[in-house]
């Protein structure tokens, strides 16, 4: 078993990484809360695998546990559910000493995240990730929420879990294309963060690819929520260091956007933006020629949809410019000085070097 | 001016206190937060008296400032309103870094309060409560939220504000029975806290009847707020000494219910259960007679609907569980050993001592 812990000022929470450690659940949510009852939130998809075992573990370790499923997919990060989600909890007798369990990908986090933040001003909650993209990403932050018609994400607050729970036997169940778009959040943090990491994951690319091999998934998954644990929390509220986080966002972001959120996944997404923010800090001489050849190098064996060829650079710069504006941040990009050092800078003409690279590098 | 420092761990704020101070709001955000931007959300009858002014108050100072009113009433703490609310932050372009100001009584705060919360995550707000209830109570804790239909406050979050700016000299416009039911909650903290508070109230009780005395009414809602910045401060999340804030509420919230938030306001509720809390002290040989006779005579003199002939004993205790169980906190009675000196007890046969109460006392 390998541990990260999350330190954040006054409430730091585990995050346990092992391979069969959703048995073990109901022990160690009572070492984390001890709730009075709780309440496993998950969708049909993650539910139908895994729900039973889960309500078994806490069964067994003596916590009354109740589960309910809403429908797979984004669709779930809406007032509607959220609203139904409430009555439930209310119904099953929740109080503030009880618990809320999110069982799935960033989806179910988000939404269960959120309603645990605002039922009762705030109850204990634990995450236990199924997707590799919500084990290396969404279970380090706090962050929760849903949609609003006008946008996504543009509700919801900070909430830190009480215990993370990974096991990552699980993502041998996900489906091929969503585990290699979580492995584009994963190459993301070496390459904002750690060189020797990036090194690791160039050496063993062949077995990474399978998630059967459970010891080096876990190191992998390890090492992510590792970078990701002391980026936050030297910034907890995102106002500075966090925003590299973001790397290959921007332009991820308007991918996404630009297509309707149909085409990509979001991990796809934000492979192109990564593939860009390389050679835009290359052509803005911050990234020397051989270190984006090697970045670009591994990106490519991703397997991801093409950006498609009917997208030109103005569509996608006014895209990136809407969603930024919410945000009062200007159109920064996070670029890098080299294979592990990210850094943010304000670039001149953005759209003419997105128009550029979609001409020549994608 | 009077000012009240709240402090907590990591984000305190200043309670500024001043008759005419609304005039001076611009300056005062400014310093406290510096938005690029600011959405008051008020109601129809406070912004109608005070909106423009506060609008002018902000301009003044170079804010760009928006208002929106919300209908006047306990309603108005819905789904429908707090979406409706989210759409118009998000169409006024309200980044991290603009500002939400409540302006009004309680339920506008805790309305715009969980607004800014969880838009974006939570952005910062500032409060300027214009009834002596929003002014003394739900100015200091942070406590934001909306109603469910299956119960008030149900949904929420602790968010602090930046500041909190109060103006006596609103109260002169607010309704008298309003002014009253905000009263019983400034009895309270001299009850609960401070001996030499009550007997302040007791010798000043003729002037502080009228709100045009700005002088004593500045002193008054100073010495609740720093009364109740001290118990928050000490217990943040309401875990054990934040509850001798409730006070006269386990009966009080029962009547509330009991009458279907139609005969009561929340201060006249608050005020019969006071009446209970320390009669019930008495009868337990926890508060002397004669501090009983002391409290109960000051009490007597508050203009309040009386507790119905209709409502037994039996009922009223069936409504304190249900209210009870939801916080999971079992049905504990904030009682006195003296004035000034409050503590929490689960006394036996509650419902015979309320049945005996109604008969003998009310």
């Known amino acids: 078993m390998k541990t990260v812990n999350v330190r954040l000022p006054g409430r730091g929470y585990p995050i346990l990484i092992q391979a069969g450690s959703l048995d073990d659940a109901g ?16 969708d049909a998809t993650v539910g139908s695998l895994y729900g039973d075992r889960l309500l078994d573990a806490f069964r067994r370790s003596g916590i009354t546990a109740s589960l309910h499923a809403v429908p797979a997919g984004e669709n779930s990060k809406s007032w509607r559910i959220l609203q139904d989600l409430y009555t439930r909890l209310i119904e099953s007798g929740l109080t503030r000493d009880s618990c809320v369990a999110a069982l799935g990908g960033g989806v179910v986090g988000d939404l269960a995240g959120f309603a645990a933040a605002t039922y009762l001003r705030g109850i204990a909650w634990v995450q236990i990730p199924t997707t590799l993209l919500a084990q290396v990403d969404s279970s380090v932050g706090g962050k929760t929420g849903i949609n609003h018609e006008l946008g996504k994400n543009l509700i919801g607050s900070f909430h830190q879990p009480r215990l993370v729970l990974m096991d990552p036997s699980v993502l041998t169940t996900l489906e091929k294309r969503e585990y290699w778009a979580g492995m584009s959040e994963v190459v993301k943090y070496g390459l904002i963060r750690s060189e020797p990491f990036f090194a690791w994951l160039e050496s063993k690319w062949e077995g990474l690819g399978d998630p059967a091999n459970a010891g080096l998934i876990e190191q992998m998954v390890t090492v992510c929520c590792r970078i990701k644990a002391d980026v936050v929390r030297r910034d907890e ?44 800090s290359m052509k803005r001489e911050h990234l020397k020629p051989d270190a984006y050849q090697r970045i670009d190098d591994l990106l490519k064996r991703f397997p991801a949809p093409p950006v498609p060829n009917g997208l030109d650079g103005a569509t996608l710069y006014e895209h990136m410019r809407t969603d930024k504006k919410r945000t009062g941040q200007g159109l920064r990009f996070i670029l890098l000085k080299g294979i592990g050092k990210a850094f943010t800078e304000i670039p001149d003409h953005p759209a003419r070097h997105l128009e550029e690279w979609l001409t020549n590098a994608r």
Do not use: Q
């Open 27 to 42: 022990r160690r949510v009572r070492r984390a809360c001890a709730p009075d009852r709780l309440f496993i939130i998950t």
């Open 237 to 280: 509220k995102e106002s500075g260091l966090r925003r590299i986080l973001n790397f290959g966002h921007t332009l991820g972001h308007a991918l996404e956007s630009a297509t309707e959120y149909g085409l990509f996944r979001h991990g796809e997404a934000v492979l192109h933006g990564m593939r860009f923010a390389a050679w835009l």
